[in-house]
Nanobody, 124 residues
Framework: HLQLVESGGGLVQPGGSLRLSCAAS????????VGWVRQAPGKEREGVLCITPKGESTNFADSVKGRFTISKDNAKNTVFLQMDSLNPEDTAVYYC?????????????????WGQGTQVTVSS
């Protein structure tokens, strides 16, 4: 049973950067699409980015284009979310999630496995 654990969240000032990590255990991410989903207070979950086993990424949130990057390290069974130029609208709980298939869905919200989430707060 695949388990996902996120880390790297916290409080950051506007304009700052954070790097989230998603470490998997109990299975491999090498053959699955893996993504990041966020949920801001009072809002619905929003697909952010997804990456396939081939390393192809899909961006689902126009607001993060050019600022967020998803990557993976198969040797470490870990997926990363590099977040730059953060602004208060990026404040949310960020979830790592993985599919059982090697492709991302059309909106970046349909995953089989989910992590517990990590809080990211952007504030001065």
């Amino acid at each position: 049973h695949l388990q996902l654990v996120e880390s790297g969240g916290g409080l950051v000032q506007p304009g700052g950067s954070l790097r989230l990590s998603c470490a998997a255990s109990g299975g491999t991410l090498a053959y699955s699409a893996v993504g990041w989903v966020r949920q801001a207070p009072g809002k619905e979950r929003e697909g952010v980015l997804c990456i396939t086993p081939k390393g192809e990424s899909t961006n689902f949130a126009d607001s993060v284009k050019g600022r967020f990057t998803i990557s993976k390290d198969n040797a470490k069974n870990t997926v990363f979310l590099q977040m730059d130029s953060l602004n208060p609208e990026d404040t949310a709980v960020y979830y790592c999630a993985a599919e059982r298939v090697p492709f991302c869905d059309f909106e970046g919200l349909s995953y089989y496995y989910w992590g517990q989430g990590t809080q990211v707060t952007v504030s001065s």
